[in-house]
């Protein structure tokens, strides 16, 4: 060691990276063997042809870490259907990435999950669709799935890695909630999302056979605050309600361009997964660009960053800061504008009639599932 | 064979011996200047305090002996202390930041 650098001043990238978002989201595939009904992937998948190389993800993933982006989260798709699964994970934990997979669990192995483990990976969240086998598979459509995420649940607790249970919440299995917290308890789950299904993609498709009614969303509720009190130190239960019957809009993302990027299977790199949906909106792609380039310069990014873009009730409102007006996807696809207020919030002129949608929803016989796959991607 | 043994809650006394697990990662973050602790899903942000607890939680202090030590660092009533870290700790440990 020579002379030191100067240390006080901060230089132009340190200013950067105080913005830079805390989790990366890597939709390493569209891949899935299940075909859940309110998958957070866009109707129209990417195909497997088009995917990322090894190599480009490791050098994302060094980007991010440099960006100062904390979090990975691998998810897709099913991301243990990328073979290289193993290098990824061992490349977030080279650059000190924290490492979370997240996964149906149907294709690992043990043998396969030890390698994970020993290349660093450092938490497993399982999605579970019910606690009930034969309606979890059914919702799936993928027969034996649920008796294989019991297993794979118990080998993830087996090799001390900490485990996450996900359950996304509907009309039809929101009966079973409380034996859903329970398994969560029986597996030696830390944490339980109880995730209300958010209505966009193919849960937007499937909003007449998903959309619970609102007691039902309040019964929910109380059940979870209850089984929180129950659980302290035991579990901690992390809940999502619908926005259809919320006052106030979620702060999607944590704020547009603000806590969160999502890159998809090909690489493009976007402000929320439904962001797609949005016409006019660019999206640059790791491809091309470098991510800390993509983050704080690109159009996409900055269309719907802070605050400058909004429009009354938002501009005034004393919770811009708060919620960053909710969802934009929401916001195009309700009130035919990216840029007005989320419906989901009462200050929007059209919230009584967002309302009144669910509700007509889950007070009408459910139709058939459309399940989630290529074919019925390419019809809708 | 022994019964599975039910998950109980950790309880945080003045003789608990706290320690992080290893999923938890206690870290400086170079690009924002201040201290997280990285968690399965959560990135948490301790104050000051917090940090100089959790660098003494090592699975061998007492949460006694970390009070004695920060006492004497801060030059602050051993008593008032061990009850502040008590708590915070006990509040960490229902987050599955600590154990013991």
Not at chain 1, 164 to 193: C, K, M, S, Y
């Amino acid at each position: 060691m020579t002379a030191a650098a100067p240390t006080s001043v901060p230089s132009p990238d340190a200013a950067a990276c105080a913005r830079a978002p805390v989790g990366l989201l890597a939709e390493l595939t569209h891949r899935c063997p299940l075909q859940c009904p309110y998958c957070s992937n866009p109707l129209a998948l990417e195909r497997a042809a088009g995917e990322l190389s090894t190599e480009a993800w490791l050098d994302v993933l060094a980007q991010a870490a440099d960006l100062g982006v904390l979090q990975l989260h691998l998810s897709g798709g099913e991301p243990t259907a990328r073979r290289d699964l193993e290098e990824i994970v061992a490349g977030a934990a080279k650059v000190g990435l924290y490492s979370n997979l997240i996964t149906a669990g149907v294709l690992l192995t043990r043998a396969r999950l030890e390698k994970l483990a020993a290349r660093g990976l450092d938490h497993v969240q399982i999605s579970i669709q019910d606690a009930h086998a034969a309606n979890a598979d059914r919702i799936a459509h993928y027969a034996g799935g649920h008796a294989k995420k019991l297993e794979v649940a118990q080998w993830v607790r087996a090799l001390g890695l900490p485990l996450t249970l996900n359950a996304p919440i509907h009309r039809q299995n929101i009966q079973n909630l409380p034996a859903i917290i329970e398994l969560a308890v029986t597996l030696g789950a830390r944490r339980l999302e109880v995730a209300h299904v958010q209505y966009y993609g193919w849960a937007l498709r499937n909003r007449q056979a998903l959309m619970p009614t609102r007691e039902q969303v309040l019964q929910s509720a109380e059940l979870v605050e209850a089984a929180r009190e129950r659980l302290r130190g035991i579990l901690v239960i992390d809940f999502v309600v619908p926005d259809y019957y919320a006052r106030r809009p979620k702060p999607c993302m944590g704020g547009w361009g603000r806590g969160s990027i999502v890159i998809t299977p090909s690489g493009k790199a976007l402000p929320c997964h439904a962001a797609e949906t949005i016409p006019g909106l660019a999206f640059d792609s790791v491809r091309e660009k470098r991510l800390r380039d993509i983050w704080l310069e690109s159009e996409a990014f900055q269309a719907f960053r802070g605050t400058a873009w909004m429009r009354e009730p938002c501009r005034s409102c004393e919770l811009r800061e708060v919620d960053w007006g909710g969802c934009r996807c929401q916001a195009l696809a309700f009130a035919g504008d990216a840029s007005l207020t989320d419906p989901a919030c009462d200050k929007s002129p059209l919230h009584a009639a967002f309302a009144g949608i669910a509700e007509l929803d889950a007070n009408l016989p459910p139709p058939p599932l459309v399940f989630r796959n290529p074919r019925a991607g390419a019809r809708a | 064979m022994s019964e599975p043994q039910q998950p109980r809650r950790t309880l945080i006394g003045a003789t608990s011996r706290p320690l992080l697990p290893r999923h938890i990662k206690l870290r400086h973050d170079d690009a924002r200047d201040r201290w997280t602790i990285l968690a399965p899903e959560r990135v948490f942000t301790p104050d000051p305090i917090a940090v100089a607890v959790l660098q003494l939680c090592d699975g061998n202090r007492t949460v006694e002996t970390i009070a004695a030590e920060l006492a004497q660092t801060y030059n602050a009533p051993q008593a008032r202390i061990l009850a502040d870290i008590a708590a915070l700790l006990q509040d960490l440990a229902d987050k599955g930041v600590v154990t013991a």
